[in-house]
DNA sequence: ATAGTAAGTTCCATTTTGGAACTAGTCAAC
DNA sequence: GTTGACTAGTTCCAAAATGGAACTTACTAT
């Protein structure tokens, strides 16, 4: 059976693994959660081939887990935001790093946190807040450095930007 | 960056996508939830080529996610289980469940449904019962034919022997 | 005119996958 | 006592996906 069939399967995660079951599309989604919006950077925190990029964004904005938002006229240039089916994806996300954390953490701890801004708490990675239990949505999340994350500079700044703080991806008042 | 790379970065999501983020893993242990357990069932389930299971299969066994259990000596065979590491999935598994019966699921809805046994009701797929709120295990709840599920008879048999059922998996009664 | 920025595309080598056929150990039937 | 079936693979080769580096396009700034 080839990749371009899977989709057709009467089954919810082959169908869901036709959009985003290969090596990158869930990283990219990652960066996108933490609030990366534009080609450069998905590709210089990422590291990947720009032609892989460049398709596995295409393919989402196909599927509509993206949308490619202009940001300037001259030379045209767009952004690419998570759409609501793509924000819907953030307990899939959340679940991967739960397993993670729990079974792949090298026996240092959690490279990142979460603290659910909504309750003031922090909380497990997953479907709802381990603390007041309502759903976790990306924007009500703010991820911080955990133990795991020692002498990795870089990463650090990816998480300094991501939703729920001051001076991130937006502007914190406009 | 190559995929024999991704597993040492300080990222959970990367380090879980090392382990199950290729084409057919993820397909490999829905079955494995189903209770299936043999090579050969995997493969007449999945269609995939019988050297790729072999990998996959392997590299499972390797994470530990499942383990091989002999079930008879001449000649020497053996049986695919999940671990613990490998049935703390169950959530990620559902995620995606989730998100492919809401967006992906072309107008028919849900291909498979599904009943927490503790609680005795339906439950959407999650991390929690959407009934009750207890967490979801894998062998506490039983799949079941769902409306998009139209003339897929070979795929009600796969369900028929699902966890939960009498003549499931396991003898009923020994 | 030269360099820089953002978002790609092109070319080519390497890696991964898919398909079909073949192997190995054992039992059961003819 | 040879043939066929069953289970779990492995081998060979072609096709597809991926990775890396360089190149392109459309601007702006110096």
């Known amino acids: 059976m080839r990749w371009d069939e899977?989709?057709?399967?009467?089954?919810?995660?082959?169908?869901?693994l036709s959009v985003v079951g290969d090596r990158w599309t869930l990283l990219v989604l990652r960066e996108s959660f933490l609030g990366v919006r534009r080609f450069e950077e998905f590709q210089q925190r990422l590291g990947m081939a720009r032609h892989r990029l460049s398709d596995r964004l295409n393919r989402l904005v196909?599927?509509?887990?993206?949308?490619?938002?202009?940001?300037?006229?001259?030379?045209?240039?767009?952004e690419y935001r998570l759409t609501e089916k793509g924000l819907d994806l953030y307990p899939v996300i959340l679940g991967l790093v739960r397993w993670g954390d729990r079974w792949m953490d090298q026996g240092r701890g959690p490279p990142v946190v979460y603290r659910h801004q909504t309750c003031g708490q922090m909380t497990r990675p997953g479907q709802n807040c381990s603390h007041c239990g309502a759903e976790l949505k990306a924007r009500e999340v703010t991820p911080m450095a955990g133990p795991g994350l020692d002498r990795h500079p870089a990463l650090k700044q990816t998480l300094a930007r991501a939703p729920g703080r001051a001076g991130g991806a937006k502007k914190a008042a406009s």
């Open 6 to 16: 899977i989709d057709n399967l009467p089954c919810s995660i082959a169908r869901s």
């Open 62 to 78: 196909e599927h509509e887990v993206l949308r490619k938002v202009p940001y300037q006229d001259k030379p045209p240039r767009h």
